[in-house]
């Protein structure tokens, strides 16, 4: 069998290579972990200012949707002085807003009709909720 050999043969020499001054490492590894530790607690502190926006936000929000539902109600309903005069006794529609606008941010809870109450009076039962049988 006839083999084939291959022989490296050189054809330039590999240039000088300067070494680098080897340093002894003077960066502590304490410091390390602290310095991490302080990048964690300051991201901590960034997502909790995020979290109290967006909590700010939210409860804005959720107040412009209460009003907004009053206020489709109110315009369905009283959308004339005639309505405003019959519904509240209130000769003007305008004085029911300018009412309206003052009261509404002060209750949180809002009417929820007839079957509500029915339905409460059901589940308490004849004797109330307050009664000591």
């Known amino acids: 069998m006839n083999e084939h050999r291959l022989i490296a043969t050189l054809i330039h020499q590999d240039p000088p290579v300067e070494e680098l001054p080897k340093t002894p490492s003077s960066f502590p590894w304490i410091l390390t972990i602290i310095l991490l530790l302080l990048g964690i607690v300051r991201e901590f502190m960034n997502q909790k200012q995020e979290i109290k926006k967006l909590k700010t936000e939210n409860q804005r929000l959720k107040d412009q949707v209460f009003n907004l539902k009053n206020t489709v109600y109110n315009e369905k309903i009283l959308n004339n002085d005639s309505n405003t005069n019959f ?19 002060l209750f949180k809870r809002r009417w929820t009709g007839l079957n509500s109450i029915a339905r409460k009076c059901k589940q308490e039962g004849p004797e109330g909720p307050g009664s000591l049988t």
């Open 87 to 105: 519904y509240t006794g209130l000769p003007k529609k305008s004085l029911f807003d300018k009412l309206h606008s003052l009261i509404s941010p």
